[in-house]
């Protein structure tokens, strides 16, 4: 169980966070209490949790099979809600920025309207970000004009959580800078400046590794599946050096 947070520092050095939680924040303490209180509120006791009447093996149970928020494990549920949301919050930082730096307030900021796709590449131990979106701006009456589309890229070292934003621009429906990474990794489609020096990202023709990005996709949630079944070995063990009880009904109640 996780939740991700972006932290960018605006033009007058205080903290913005995404999800929005508040703010701004003149300090990282203060961003730190925005997030523990912000998990303290997922972290809600369940139904099952107040229950005095489950024994020991029980809760252990139900801790593996259910997040702190009471979300099942084992099902897609919290990704369906949503399935872009983590990039969609890291865009809208993006654009933010792009406001505070091209002095775009009021009606003239743009405003986030649509994430039209995402791609990431990996080149010499460094992931890249590309996104295409949409936003929108306010004409004098206070009504939202016709969209622009705009191309960002971001990137970070590996192992690293510091983003980098290399570019972030308006481009023409037209424009169509090459990429290697893109093309090779199963999104063609991406649109890029015109101006190959823009980005950083894309520029050597490599796939991602493995292979393309389903391919990744598919070794991915296959390793992911091998770590949950050794991380449910690990529970099994714990409860049966404890506790006298039969291994086939934990087990079942596990799946």
């Known amino acids: ?86 990039q969609r919050h890291l865009v809208q930082a993006i654009l933010d920025q792009y406001n505070d730096d091209n002095n775009l307030f009021g009606v003239h900021a743009h405003e986030l309207e649509s994430l039209v796709r995402h791609k990431g590449i990996y080149e010499n131990d460094r992931w890249f970000y590309h996104f295409n979106f949409t936003t929108k701006t306010k004409g004098a009456n206070g009504t939202l004009g016709s969209s622009n589309l705009f191309f960002a890229e971001v990137s970070h070292m590996r192992e690293e959580d510091a983003w980098e934003v290399n570019c972030c621009c308006t481009i023409n429906s037209d424009d169509n800078g090459h990429c290697y990474g893109c093309r090779n990794n199963g999104s063609p489609g991406m649109q890029h400046p015109t101006d190959t020096g823009a980005y950083t990202g894309g520029h050597l023709d490599e796939y991602l590794p493995f292979g393309g990005d389903d391919r990744v996709k598919r070794l991915q949630g296959y390793v992911f599946c091998l770590v949950q079944e050794e991380a449910l070995e690990g529970v099994l063990e714990r409860i049966y050096s404890y506790f006298d009880r039969d291994r086939n009904t934990v087990a079942e109640q596990l799946k």
């Open 1 to 86: 169980w996780y939740q991700v947070y972006f932290i960018r520092t605006d033009r007058s050095g205080y903290f913005r966070m995404y999800p929005d939680l508040g703010g701004p924040f003149q300090s990282l303490d203060q961003v730190d209490c925005a997030i523990n209180h912000h998990l303290a509120k997922l972290q809600h006791p369940s139904e099952f949790e107040e229950k005095d009447n489950y024994s020991i093996v029980d809760k252990l149970i139900h801790e593996h099979n259910y997040y702190p928020d009471g979300t099942p494990k084992r099902t897609n549920s919290r990704s369906k809600t949503n399935p872009n949301e983590e």
